[in-house]
C-alpha cells in the first residue's frame, strides 16, 4: 500500500529557518505562496521585473524581487511557472545561483523526468504536488483544511529532501487531507496520460462525439448539448463525491442498465487500445518530443486545434445555454 502521511507524520522543522522562493504567480504560484507566507514561512516571489504579476504579489503582501535574485536569497527554488519555459528561465537565472544544500522544487516531474533541467548532484530536487487547480488549493486552505497532494524525491544531497517536501506540502494544508509519496516519472507519466486520455483529450472528444450524433440523428442542438455535455457536470460531481457506485445508486434504474450494458461498447477494447498507445507514447518520450517540436515552432497546429473547438457548433449552443443558466452574462 502508498504510505499516505498526514500532520501527524511531519515531526521536523527546517523550514522555519529557510527562505522559500516561489518562481511565478499564476494560478499556482500564488496560491501557493500565499499559504507558505500565512504559515509563517519566509516567501519571497521571483519575477520577470515589469511583469504584470508584480505589483499584484507586492500588493498581497508578498515580498518580489528578480528570478535571479530570489534564487540567490533562497533556501529552495519552487519552480511554478509553465513547463515550456522552466528550463529556459533555470539555465539562464536560476542554474547560477544554484549551490551546495540549497534544494529545488517542483509541482510537475515534467522537466526533471524529462531531463530538460539536469540539476547539479549537489543540491536536494523535490517535487510537492496539489492535487487541485491553484484557486481551489487555496480555498480549502482558507476554510482550515487542505487538498490531497503528490511528494517526491528526485535527489537527496542533503540526507533531509523527503522532510523538506512534507514540511511544504503541511505548510501547504495539504497533510491536513492526505499526501502520497511517489516518484518523478510516476507523476509526471500518470499526469500527461491522465489528461490526454481522459480529463482532457477523452472527455472533450466524448462530449463532442456524442453532441454530434444526437445533432446528426435528428435532435435539436439545444437539447443534444444538454444530454452530452451539461448534464455531464452532474455526474462527474457524484462520482467525485461517492465513487462509480455511487452514481449508479443515485441515477434511474433505466439511466443504470443502459449505461452498464451499453457504456462497454461505446468505450470498448478499441478504445482501451487507443489509450495504450497515448501511455506508450508519454513513456518513450515521443509525446514530449513532438510537443517540443510544435512549441518552438510557435504552436501553430495547437493554435488551429483550439480555434476549431471553439468554432464547433457545440460550443456556439453551449453558450446560449450557460446564458440561460446564469453562468454567462
Same mark, same amino acid.
Given at each position: 500500500?502508498v504510505k499516505?502521511?498526514?500532520d501527524?507524520?511531519v515531526?521536523? +522543522?527546517? *523550514?522555519?529557518d529557510?527562505?522559500?522562493?516561489?518562481? /511565478?504567480?499564476?494560478?499556482q504560484g !500564488? =496560491?501557493? @505562496?500565499l499559504? #507558505?507566507k500565512? +504559515?509563517? *514561512?519566509?516567501?519571497v516571489?521571483?519575477?520577470r521585473? /515589469?511583469?504584470?504579476?508584480?505589483? !499584484? =504579489?507586492? @500588493?498581497?503582501? #508578498?515580498r518580489?524581487?528578480?528570478?535571479?535574485?530570489?534564487s540567490?536569497?533562497?533556501?529552495i527554488?519552487?519552480?511554478?511557472?509553465?513547463?515550456?519555459?522552466?528550463?529556459?528561465?533555470?539555465?539562464?537565472?536560476?542554474?547560477?545561483?544554484?549551490?551546495a544544500?540549497?534544494?529545488?522544487c517542483?509541482?510537475?516531474?515534467?522537466?526533471?523526468?524529462?531531463?530538460?533541467i539536469?540539476?547539479?548532484?549537489?543540491?536536494?530536487?523535490?517535487?510537492?504536488?496539489?492535487?487541485?487547480?491553484?484557486?481551489?488549493?487555496?480555498?480549502v486552505?482558507?476554510?482550515g483544511?487542505?487538498?490531497?497532494?503528490?511528494i517526491?524525491?528526485?535527489?537527496?544531497?542533503s540526507?533531509r529532501?523527503?522532510?523538506?517536501?512534507?514540511?511544504?506540502?503541511?505548510?501547504?494544508?495539504?497533510?491536513?487531507?492526505?499526501?502520497?509519496?511517489?516518484?518523478?516519472?510516476?507523476?509526471?507519466?500518470?499526469?500527461?496520460?491522465?489528461?490526454?486520455?481522459?480529463?482532457?483529450?477523452?472527455l472533450?472528444?466524448?462530449?463532442?462525439?456524442?453532441?454530434?450524433?444526437?445533432?446528426?440523428?435528428?435532435?435539436?442542438?439545444e437539447?443534444?448539448?444538454?444530454?452530452?455535455c451539461?448534464?455531464?457536470?452532474?455526474?462527474?460531481?457524484?462520482?467525485?463525491?461517492?465513487?462509480?457506485t455511487?452514481?449508479?445508486?443515485?441515477?434511474?434504474?433505466?439511466a443504470?442498465?443502459?449505461?452498464?450494458?451499453?457504456?462497454p461498447?461505446i468505450?470498448?477494447?478499441?478504445?482501451?487500445?487507443?489509450?495504450?498507445?497515448?501511455?506508450?507514447?508519454?513513456?518513450d518520450?515521443?509525446?514530449?518530443?513532438?510537443?517540443?517540436?510544435?512549441?518552438?515552432?510557435?504552436?501553430?497546429?495547437?493554435h488551429r486545434?483550439?480555434?476549431?473547438?471553439?468554432a464547433?457548433?457545440?460550443?456556439?449552443?453551449?453558450?446560449?445555454?450557460?446564458?440561460?443558466?446564469?453562468?454567462?452574462?
Open positions: 500500500m499516505i502521511y498526514h501527524e507524520d515531526k521536523t +522543522s527546517y *523550514l522555519k529557510m527562505t522559500i522562493a516561489v518562481i /511565478g504567480y499564476g494560478n !500564488r =496560491a501557493q @505562496a499559504c #507558505l500565512d +504559515s509563517g *514561512l519566509n516567501v516571489v521571483g519575477l521585473p /515589469g511583469g504584470s504579476s508584480w505589483g !499584484r =504579489a507586492e @500588493a498581497e503582501g #508578498l518580489v524581487k528578480s528570478v535571479g535574485e530570489a540567490r536569497e533562497a533556501d527554488i519552487h519552480m511554478l511557472i509553465p513547463d515550456m519555459v522552466q528550463a529556459e528561465v533555470y539555465r539562464a537565472e536560476v542554474e547560477p545561483n544554484l549551490k544544500g540549497k534544494a529545488l517542483f509541482s510537475h516531474g515534467f522537466n526533471i523526468h524529462y531531463r530538460l539536469i540539476p547539479p548532484p549537489n543540491i536536494d530536487v523535490i517535487m510537492v504536488a496539489p492535487k487541485a487547480p491553484g484557486p481551489r488549493l487555496r480555498e486552505y482558507l476554510e483544511f487542505g487538498v490531497p497532494a503528490l517526491a524525491v528526485h535527489q537527496n544531497a540526507g529532501a523527503r522532510e523538506l517536501a512534507l514540511e511544504m506540502a503541511k505548510a501547504l494544508g495539504c497533510t491536513k487531507a492526505g499526501v502520497l509519496e511517489t516518484t518523478f516519472k510516476d507523476e509526471t507519466e500518470s499526469d500527461l496520460i491522465g489528461e490526454q486520455t481522459v480529463l482532457v483529450g477523452g472533450m472528444e466524448l462530449i463532442r462525439k456524442a453532441f454530434e450524433v444526437l445533432v446528426e440523428e435528428g435532435y435539436p442542438p437539447l443534444a448539448y444538454f444530454e452530452a451539461n448534464e455531464a457536470k452532474l455526474i462527474v460531481d457524484l462520482i467525485y463525491q461517492g465513487g462509480l455511487y452514481m449508479l445508486s443515485s441515477v434511474s434504474e433505466t443504470r442498465y443502459g449505461g452498464l450494458s451499453v457504456g461498447k468505450i470498448d477494447e478499441h478504445v482501451k487500445e487507443n489509450m495504450r498507445r497515448a501511455a506508450r507514447a508519454v513513456k518520450g515521443s509525446f514530449t518530443k513532438a510537443w517540443l517540436e510544435e512549441y518552438k515552432a510557435g504552436r501553430r497546429n495547437l486545434m483550439f480555434e476549431e473547438v471553439k464547433h457548433q457545440l460550443e456556439q449552443v453551449g453558450r446560449l445555454i450557460r446564458k440561460m443558466s446564469g453562468l454567462e452574462r
